[in-house]
């Protein structure tokens, strides 16, 4: 198995940049793909990125396509989510999480039976 542990999360005024980091120890981190997820209070988890095994494809929600990059480092064996142009509407807690199978790009199936952080507070003011 993989255990991930996110960090990076803070406090950040709106139209600010924040980087969070995911690292993975355990089984090969390359042998994962991984995805971004958030949830705010009172709401359900959303999808918010996912990135193939080797960081060549990338997926991104609607309301955060062209302000965060989902990236990898291998080698590192840590993930990345950097988040430019907050919004308040972007304060939530982030978990990173790992698959092994393919289908990384589809939303509903990240489910129980993958492998999760704990979470990283995120909070965008105003």
């Known amino acids: 198995q993989v255990q991930l542990v996110e960090s990076g999360g803070g406090l950040v005024q709106a139209g600010g940049s924040l980087r969070l980091s995911c690292a993975a120890s355990?089984?090969?981190?390359?042998?994962?793909?991984m995805g971004w997820f958030r949830q705010a209070p009172g709401k359900e988890r959303e999808f918010v990125a996912a990135?193939?095994?080797?960081?060549?494809?990338?997926y991104y929600a609607t309301s955060v396509k062209g302000r965060f990059t989902i990236s990898r480092d291998n080698a590192k064996s840590t993930g990345y989510l950097q988040m430019n142009s907050r919004k308040p509407e972007d304060t939530a807690v982030y978990y990173c999480a790992a698959k092994r199978d393919s289908y990384y790009w589809d939303p509903i199936r990240w489910t129980s039976s993958d492998h999760w952080g704990q979470g990283t507070q995120v909070t965008v003011s105003s």
């Open positions: 990135i193939s095994w080797n960081g060549g494809t990338t």
């Open positions: 355990g089984r090969t981190f390359s042998s994962y793909t």
